[in-house]
């Protein structure tokens, strides 16, 4: 039985669905990849398929619109693949189990994927109908846009000659987006000295956080918990003695990590004083966060008694301090845009392994010299503590265009359509649109889509009703292009 028959427009939520099926996390997109190719073979467009796994499926106009200007829709066919600590979904080869809920698509503890495969479905739908009247079409599937929008920042475009490109990469309806930050992702490692040490083995866990997405959620305040457990470490260590033998927080470097547990080994008589300074230091973090993180929780399990490699005193100081100091969340806003988050980063991912302390950073900014001031702050820090670094990932800010004949039809057919005035605004996290527009310089740019919830977490959701409106404003934009 199909979940999503009985809804309408039925060919978006029909290749949603089919596409939920099939793995396509970042990184594994082969097989989506594969499948927009047998698409397009099977309808006898025109196709191609790179290296990477980036499809380009083009449609010829249909009758009255040869002479229209070509119209590019695009977005990437991976997604963050995330799940709740009690769910056994295997990302590699299990399809999304999609649900119900009211007016909600949603997933059964994983993420869903509506970010970006209802874009995916928007264009695989318009290419399958034989009705909808549209320019010249190129849509362009792009791979590994949730880590670092390689697919795009390699996409090779001399075939490409669209004059608009509709994104629909976006999940605010009714706001249409004309312009991002740049970004690039941080690593840094602080090299690892351990020792042997006896005590009661235990472990620390700080969970149920809120996360989010570090673009769009960054000036929410939400807590960190990779950075709480630094917090809380220090705090803890000024009441009684903790040696440290393992942390692990974060999954995803452009996500908000939402957990995050640590390995102790802790005196035998000092565990009471112990429990007690975790619990102290806990009600002080539901203090501080019960708006942003109302559910926050946390774990301390006690094990045997045991010799443990932990990390030596001074390899100890070093990472703490770098999770005391190390900027993290908004730089600064935009002094152009009101509202607008210009600088940030977001400290992602932390774990340790054999040989180092290992930090995985977004960092954002619409104004380059600005990025650029925060990743030298990161390489000053690290370089003190001792550390190396590398980036990787850099990709352009996307520029508003003053004069965009798109923004103008798009916001008069949304008034029209639904009879209230859209919103054009910029946006924090970082979209394909600023690599695109750098290789096609004067492409007419707007990103939109449906209402999406809680993108990059398990509470992720898609409005049912808000994905046929949109499906109706992008169909009454291509008709107007003519």
Same mark, same amino acid.
């Given at each position: ?362 960092? !954002?900014? +619409?104004?380059? %010299?600005? =990025? /650029?001031?925060?990743?030298?702050? @990161? &390489?000053? *820090? ?78 992720? !959701?898609? +409005?049912?009703? %808000?994905? =046929? /409106?949109?499906?109706?404003?992008? @169909? &009454?934009? *291509?008709?107007?292009?003519?």
């Amino acid at each position: 039985m199909r979940v999503l028959d009985k809804f309408m427009p039925e060919k978006v939520f029909y290749y949603f669905e089919e596409i939920s099926k099939i793995p396509r996390g970042s990184g594994n997109t082969a097989a989506v990849s594969d499948y927009c190719v047998q698409f397009a073979q099977e309808r006898g467009l025109e196709c191609y398929q790179d290296e990477l796994n980036n499809v380009i499926i083009i449609k010829e106009a249909t009758p009255g619109y040869e002479n229209s200007d070509t119209v590019m829709l695009q977005g990437h066919l991976d997604m963050v693949c995330e799940k709740t600590p009690q769910s056994n979904h295997d990302f590699e080869k299990d399809p999304i189990k999609l649900m119900i809920e009211d007016d909600w698509i949603t997933a059964d503890s994983t993420t869903l994927g509506g970010d970006d495969g209802i874009a995916i479905a928007y264009a695989l739908a318009i290419l399958d109908s034989d009705n909808i009247e549209h320019p010249r079409l190129e849509c362009v599937f792009t791979i590994d846009e949730e880590v670092g929008m390689d697919g795009a920042k390699y996409l090779d475009c001399s075939r490409l000659r669209a004059k608009y490109l509709i994104n629909l990469d976006s999940e605010d309806e009714g706001i249409f987006l004309t312009s991002c930050a740049g970004g690039v992702r941080y690593n840094i490692t602080l090299p690892v000295q351990r020792e042997k040490v006896c005590g009661t083995e235990a472990s620390f866990t700080i969970k149920n956080l809120t996360g989010g997405h570090s673009g769009a959620e960054i000036d929410k305040e939400r807590a960190n918990a990779v950075l709480l457990m630094g917090r809380a470490l220090s705090e803890i260590g000024k009441a009684v003695d903790i040696r440290i033998t393992d942390l692990t927080g974060g999954f995803k470097d452009n996500a908000i990590p939402r957990e995050c547990s640590a390995g102790l080994i802790i005196n035998e008589n000092d565990l009471e004083k112990a429990k007690s300074a975790i619990a102290a230091v806990m009600d002080v973090y539901k203090d501080e966060y019960a708006v942003s993180d109302p559910e926050m929780d946390y774990d301390f399990m006690v094990d045997d008694i045991n010799e443990a490699n932990a990390l030596t005193a001074d390899t100890t100081e070093k990472m703490l301090f770098m999770l005391n100091m190390i900027p993290n969340g908004v730089q600064a806003m935009s002094m152009d845009i009101k509202g607008l988050v210009e600088t940030s980063l977001n400290l992602g991912i932390a774990y340790i392994d054999e040989e180092n302390i290992n930090f995985k950073i977004a960092v !954002r900014s +619409s104004v380059t %010299s600005r =990025k /650029r001031r925060i990743c030298d702050k @990161l &390489e000053l *820090l690290t370089t003190y503590l001792g550390g190396s670094f590398t980036s990787e990932g850099e990709y352009p800010a996307w520029v508003y265009k003053r004069d965009s004949r798109l923004r103008e039809i798009m916001c008069s057919a949304y008034e029209d359509l639904f009879g209230k005035p859209a919103k054009v605004e910029a946006i924090h996290a970082g979209l394909e649109c600023g690599l695109i527009s750098e290789k096609m310089p004067g492409i007419d740019i707007v990103s939109l889509g449906p209402d999406m919830k809680d993108i990059h977490t398990t509470e992720e !959701r898609l +409005s049912i009703s %808000s994905t =046929k /409106r949109v499906w109706e404003l992008v @169909l &009454e934009v *291509l008709k107007r292009l003519k």
